[in-house]
């Protein structure tokens, strides 16, 4: 064989060895796409946020009147860790939270503490719910002195919990409210740039219509045995408006 020929057969070889190459590229970026985009198993953080909202004085609910607050410190704790059941297709998340408020001292600061827990698909991050996942749970409330061991309370998730999915897109998205107990649309609301990152910012609107005014109150299920937090009654002069000697309000 003369000297082209043997160029020719190694050019051949050659392309056929970069189309071979480039196909399996293809396949193990698809393949190992697949296996990189999930929820990891070893998930163990904490969150902090802060900001400025509008808060009740809890020490006002034993006064003469209730105080809103306004523009008051706020700091939001999440501490995420996984529990069972957690494998190849799901994960479940425990997730502690807590909201206070950093101009009051100690308990008087604190305005939210719970403990939800909510099985997902570890590539859609949608809660799933069936005969062999349990559908989520939330711890019932304690008092401080309460040194019994925690309660969990049946609580089926729907949507989207505490993760939005690999590529995220620019849509609406149901999101899990664990405190009214119900998935509300999380609405796509631009780019933020975070660290010089892109970031995709979502709003939700819990309480509120599409044109930002109160709806009916959200009715959800008591966390406590004889619904003790099903219905509150107190005089209408305590929130500073006209009206009945008595309101209720859930």
């Given at each position: 064989m003369n000297r082209a020929g043997m160029l020719r057969i190694g050019a051949y070889v050659i392309i056929g060895l970069g189309a071979a190459l480039l196909i399996a590229a293809l396949l193990l970026s698809t393949y190992t796409s697949g296996k990189i985009k999930k929820i990891p198993l070893n998930t163990d953080e904490t969150l902090v946020s802060d900001g400025t909202g509008t808060a009740l004085d809890p020490a006002s609910?034993?006064?003469?009147?209730?105080?809103?607050?306004k523009n008051v410190p706020l700091v939001s704790?999440?501490?995420i860790t996984v529990e069972s059941p957690a494998n190849a297709d799901v994960v479940t998340l425990q997730v502690g939270t807590s909201v206070r408020r950093t101009d009051k001292q100690q308990d008087n600061g604190l305005l939210l503490a719970m403990v939800d827990t909510v099985t997902l698909n570890r590539s859609t991050a949608l809660a799933v719910s069936d005969d062999t996942h349990p559908g989520g749970s939330v711890q019932k409330p304690r008092t401080i002195e309460d040194d019994k061991p925690p309660t969990n309370i049946a609580l089926p998730h729907e949507g989207l919990s505490y993760r939005f999915p690999f590529n995220t897109e620019k849509k609406t998205y149901p999101y899990f409210d664990p405190i009214a107990q119900k998935a509300f649309d999380a609405n796509y609301d631009g780019e933020d740039d975070v660290n010089g990152l892109?970031?995709?910012?979502?709003?939700?609107?819990?309480?509120y219509d599409a044109d930002g005014k109160l709806v009916d109150?959200?009715?959800?299920?008591?966390?406590?045995?004889?619904?003790?937090d099903g219905e509150v009654t107190a005089r209408a002069s305590l929130w500073g408006l006209p009206g009945p000697p008595t309101s209720r309000s859930r």
């Amino acid at each position: 064989m003369n000297r082209a020929g043997m160029l020719r057969i190694g050019a051949y070889v050659i392309i056929g060895l970069g189309a071979a190459l480039l196909i399996a590229a293809l396949l193990l970026s698809t393949y190992t796409s697949g296996k990189i985009k999930k929820i990891p198993l070893n998930t163990d953080e904490t969150l902090v946020s802060d900001g400025t909202g509008t808060a009740l004085d809890p020490a006002s609910l034993s006064g003469e009147r209730f105080v809103v607050d306004k523009n008051v410190p706020l700091v939001s704790q999440q501490q995420i860790t996984v529990e069972s059941p957690a494998n190849a297709d799901v994960v479940t998340l425990q997730v502690g939270t807590s909201v206070r408020r950093t101009d009051k001292q100690q308990d008087n600061g604190l305005l939210l503490a719970m403990v939800d827990t909510v099985t997902l698909n570890r590539s859609t991050a949608l809660a799933v719910s069936d005969d062999t996942h349990p559908g989520g749970s939330v711890q019932k409330p304690r008092t401080i002195e309460d040194d019994k061991p925690p309660t969990n309370i049946a609580l089926p998730h729907e949507g989207l919990s505490y993760r939005f999915p690999f590529n995220t897109e620019k849509k609406t998205y149901p999101y899990f409210d664990p405190i009214a107990q119900k998935a509300f649309d999380a609405n796509y609301d631009g780019e933020d740039d975070v660290n010089g990152l892109t970031t995709y910012r979502f709003t939700q609107n819990v309480g509120y219509d599409a044109d930002g005014k109160l709806v009916d109150p959200i009715k959800y299920a008591s966390l406590y045995d004889n619904s003790e937090d099903g219905e509150v009654t107190a005089r209408a002069s305590l929130w500073g408006l006209p009206g009945p000697p008595t309101s209720r309000s859930r």
